[in-house]
């Protein structure tokens, strides 16, 4: 997912794009714009996708604990509360000592 406050900030659409009709079947993507309408993205924030179920039924891709590896990078607020949303499904942070599911990294 490719996630951003404001429709202009989805600056790597064309590349992500390309991706996906390079490898159709490896790659979904849904884009997300927070604070404004869009075409072609889901509104609102990742998290409250996450528990409404909108970001799985858009991608038709479940998230669970015994499949799933998620990696979430971004503003360090929507990291936490994304990576809280995914501990309510029973998901962990990776650690190298302890294997879990979400990886993180806050970026600005």
């Known amino acids: 997912m490719h996630a ?3 429709a202009q900030e989805l600056t ?15 790659l ?3 884009s997300f714009v927070s604070r404004e ?12 996708a996450l528990e409404e179920g909108r970001l799985e039924a858009e991608t038709g891709v479940a998230l669970s604990a ?3 590896q998620v990696m979430i990078c971004g503003n360090p ?3 936490i509360d994304t990576s809280a949303a995914l501990a309510r499904r029973g ?7 302890d294997p879990g599911h979400i990886t993180v990294e806050n970026y600005w």
């Open 77 to 79: 607020a929507m990291v």
């Open 4 to 6: 951003v406050r404001r």
């Open 37 to 48: 309408s869009a075409a072609g993205a889901l509104a609102g924030r990742v998290p409250a």
């Open 91 to 97: 998901m962990k942070k990776h650690r190298r000592r």
């Open 28 to 30: 979904r993507t849904v």
């Open 66 to 68: 015994a499949t799933s």
């Open 12 to 26: 790597y659409r064309e590349s992500i794009e390309q991706l996906m009709r390079r490898h159709p079947e490896q």
